[in-house]
């Protein structure tokens, strides 16, 4: 086990990612507010232009999840720990914006805010298995071993991803077919016109991921850290007990 300080020399990095996120927005909110409504959905179009990017992006963060996890287990640093917690919190806030964002094009498209689709199903377990996963991290008191049972979890809720994304073509519902087609022949569903919007907020969500990443697992660093700290305080004061109960019992 590797334990990292939460000190380090000043970072530039993260303030850029805020700065870069804000004015992504900024860009994101333009284009998305002046596309033209579209000739079947009018503007709840605009709709997916948040739905969309944050989908994709509970993918990313669920895989940052496992990957972080895998790091932890093959090099036993803490940071890595650090980084899948921060991830599966990002995944699940993602993931709430996702199904509130369908929900809010449901109702107007559909008649109700929600159906047991494959894709929304699979969707609301991503937040159960996620949402267990946070729950037992915060059972486990000792590091190492919470660490490495979160990484395992991690690791297999990422099976989760494809499975969601291949939802609407396994069993098919209501919910329409994937935004971007990757296998087979790759296909944009969506008109041309909204794809350089799409695309917009993609950029804007995934640096929004890396910027709240960093800052998470900051504080989680400075928790550690302080978590150390107690740690090493409690030590002589053991030592001191034990001296005197072996004392006592001579």
């Known amino acids: ?19 870069a996120t804000a004015l992504s927005l900024l860009v994101t909110l333009y284009l998305g507010l ?7 959905q009018g503007v709840l179009v605009r709709l997916l232009f948040v739905h969309v990017p944050a989908a994709w992006l509970s993918y990313l963060a669920y895989f940052g999840t496992g990957l972080f996890g895998l790091l932890y287990l093959l090099k036993r640093n803490l940071r890595y720990d650090r980084l899948a917690l921060a991830s599966a919190e990002l995944g699940v806030l993602f993931t709430v914006s996702t199904l509130v964002g369908g929900m809010l094009w449901a109702k ?3 008649g109700t805010y929600w159906v047991w689709d494959a894709r ?13 996963y ?9 590091r190492d071993r919470r660490a490495r049972v979160a990484a395992v979890i991690g690791l297999m809720g990422t099976l989760y991803v494809p499975v969601n994304y291949m939802a609407v073509e396994w069993w098919r519902g209501v919910h329409q077919t994937q935004t ?11 008109s041309p016109i909204y794809g350089w919007i799409l695309l917009a907020g993609v950029v804007t969500f995934t640096l929004m991921y890396l910027y709240l ?5 900051k504080i989680a660093a400075l928790a550690d850290a302080r978590e150390e ?5 409690e030590l002589p004061a053991q030592a001191t007990h034990d001296l005197e109960v072996a004392r006592g019992s001579s």
């Open 34 to 40: 002046g596309a033209p409504p579209d000739q079947n």
């Open 120 to 132: 929304l199903t699979t969707t609301a377990l991503s937040l159960v298995i996620y949402g267990g």
């Open 213 to 217: 990443l960093r800052v998470r697992a």
């Open 134 to 142: 946070l729950l037992i991290r915060s059972l486990i008191d000792e």
């Open 229 to 233: 700290d107690e740690l090493m305080a």
């Open 180 to 190: 971007l087609k990757l296998l087979g022949s790759p296909d944009f569903a969506a």
């Open 1 to 19: 086990m590797t334990y990292t300080s939460a000190s380090s020399p000043a970072d530039r990095l993260t303030p850029l990612l805020g700065w």
């Open 108 to 110: 107007p498209t559909w």
